[in-house]
Each structure stands twice: as C-alpha cells, then as structure tokens.
C-alpha cells in the first residue's frame, strides 16, 4: 500500500544529503505536496533549479529552534520527518549549547508542532553516536530519540493521532561532513589523507539504504520503537587503501594525526542495555522502550528478543572486505 500518495510531507533539513535523496525518492510515491524547510537559502535555491520549479515542492526558510516557524508549517502536513541536526562531532565538541538548541530543543519543538497541527506520523532520525555516547552531539542525539519515544506515553490519554518513532543508523556513504568526501576533496587537491587511528571502524550504509530505513519506519512504527537497519562495517584502514590503491606511490600520502575529541574507536548500533528489547524483523532491528506503551506491547508482544549475549557494534557485524568496499566506492561515485 502507498501510504504517502495524496499526502503532505514534511521533510526539515531538507537540503542536506539525505535530505536531498529522501525527496527524490518521495516523489516517486505521487505526494499531494513535498516542503523542504531548511534554513539555507542558497541549497533551497539550487534544489528547487534541480527539479525545475516542480509544483509538488515548496521550499520554507526557518528552523527548528523556531517552534512558531514549525507550527506555521505543518499546517495540513501528514508526516514529518526530522533530518535537521547539527552532525559534526568535532564541532559540537567546542559549540556544545549551539547543539543542544537544534538537537534536543529542536526535537522538542518538532514533538509539539506535530501534536499541535495534528500531524499522523513523525519520523526522528539519529545516530550510531547515540548509543552509549562520549561526545556531546551522541548524547543530544540520544535524548532526542528519549524525547520522541515519550512524546508517545499520553497519546490515547490526551486524544493525540501523531505518532512518534526513530530511525538510528551509522555512516551513510557520502554525507555531508563524513569522511569519504574528505577523503576525495584531499586526493583531488593533491594533500596527504588524514587519518585518526587506522584500527577505527565504522558501520557504512548507502543513501538509498538510509531512505529505504526512513520510509520502513514511517509504514511499520506504532509509536515508541527504534528502527535499525542491518549493516555492514569497514576499518579505516581498508577505506583509505580502497580510495588510494589506484593512485601513483607519489600520491598515497597519508598521515595519522591521532583519535579527536568525542571519538570512538569502535561503534554501535544498538546498547548492551537496549538488547533484552531488540527485536529481529527480518532486514532490520527494532529497538523497544524502556517504558509502558501499549501500542508497543500489542504488536511485538509474540516476537522473540536478542539474548543477553548479543552485540552489535562496528568490529563484531559483517565487515566489507577492501574490495568490497572499493566496488561500492565506485557504484557510489566516489572513485574516478
């Protein structure tokens, strides 16, 4: 069933990269009306000369620290999804309040526009730094998703429709600010790569698999879960030999300058506390609440949760072997 034919969408930080692919596919789906809100004009700018003044888009300037701004907008919306976040570790490290008003303040006002304009369903996106996070912008992630989890309790009590779910997930391939773009901005400048630890590995997930876990959450949640998709990992190491393997030796330069701020060695996916509330749904995992929802307790009441033994972090799951990750390097355009 095409639950988004017909419907208004929402998509906040609608310019960036998932943003951006999110849209493409959307529109696939015949929506009534897709909104971009963002507060960059000059992506807005662009994206709308992509799509060549397509009647099904308008584009919004504002932001989500702005709960006026957000309420205005969702006038007659049925789903939002929320990509609006500031994602650079580093950055937030040194700008932690700043992070704090978009990542958790902002999530807060996403929740009470939606309940406000009666919105059906909003779909929060996080992060793999969520999980047991060491940095600022993990641990504003992380109480996003406990923010968007309990905006849930009191729905059928107060009369509420909206519905609030997650989606948590790691790398996606080619994001603004991660560390493949970097990678090719450096080699196509002719500078040495630069690299934190070699032995750090990190789950990897296309854009296209990130949407596909979006629009999973949106058609599956009933208000409270955490969806995760099933996703392989790679090292450093390999990453950097897969984008370098083809240079001249002149040009496989590489300095490790050391772990920066907030940063991990290894990452996860789903917490050893969360696992006795994980459920396998085939491609994806889904991550129950601590908390009493009974929407929750009805559906996934007979499905069986992982063993107390279970792990799911970055150095344990199916890793993409050098070549592996070079062929998708090359499907996903990041190698000449």
Do not use: C
């Not at 006795?276 to 491609?283: A, E, F, L, S």
């Amino acid at each position: 069933m095409n639950i988004f034919q017909g419907k208004r969408i929402l998509v906040t930080g609608g310019t960036g990269s998932f943003g951006k692919m999110f849209v493409k596919e959307i529109l696939t789906y015949e929506p009534l009306e897709v909104i971009i809100f963002s507060r960059d004009e000059n992506k807005q700018g662009a994206m709308n000369q992509e799509y060549k003044n397509d009647p099904r888009l308008r584009f919004v300037l504002g932001d989500v620290r702005d709960y006026h701004s957000l309420r205005e907008v969702m006038r007659g919306v049925n789903y939002v999804f929320n990509a609006a976040a500031y994602k650079w570790v580093p950055a937030v490290e040194l700008n932690v309040y700043e992070g704090v008003k978009t990542n958790i303040i902002g999530v807060q006002n996403v929740i009470d526009a939606a309940r406000d304009e009666n919105v059906e369903k909003v779909v929060q996106l996080s992060t793999d730094k969520a999980v047991e996070p060491i940095n600022a912008m993990g641990m504003q992630k992380a109480l996003g998703e406990r923010l968007t989890t309990t905006a849930n309790l009191y729905r059928e009590r107060d009369g509420v429709r909206t519905v609030f779910v997650s989606t948590r997930y790691g790398n996606v391939l080619g994001s603004r600010g991660s560390v493949i773009p970097l990678f090719r901005s450096l080699i196509d400048a002719g500078k040495p790569l630069t690299v934190t630890s070699f032995e750090m590995t990190r789950f990897i997930l296309t854009l296209q698999d990130s949407v596909k876990l979006v629009i999973k959450a949106m058609e599956e949640g009933v208000g409270g879960e955490i969806f995760v998709q099933k996703m392989p990992a790679h090292t450093i190491r390999d990453l950097v030999d897969a984008m370098t393997e083809d240079l001249p030796e002149d040009k496989k330069q590489v300095v490790e300058i050391g772990i920066r701020p907030g940063e991990k060695i290894h990452e996860s996916l789903i917490g050893f506390a969360e696992t006795p509330r994980t459920v396998d749904i085939g491609d994806y995992y889904v991550i129950l609440p601590q908390i009493q929802i009974t929407a929750i307790e009805e559906k996934y009441k007979s499905m069986n949760k992982q063993s107390k033994d279970f792990r799911y972090t970055s150095d344990v799951v199916k890793r993409l072997s050098k070549d592996e990750l070079k062929q998708l390097l090359k499907e996903q355009g990041w190698l000449s």
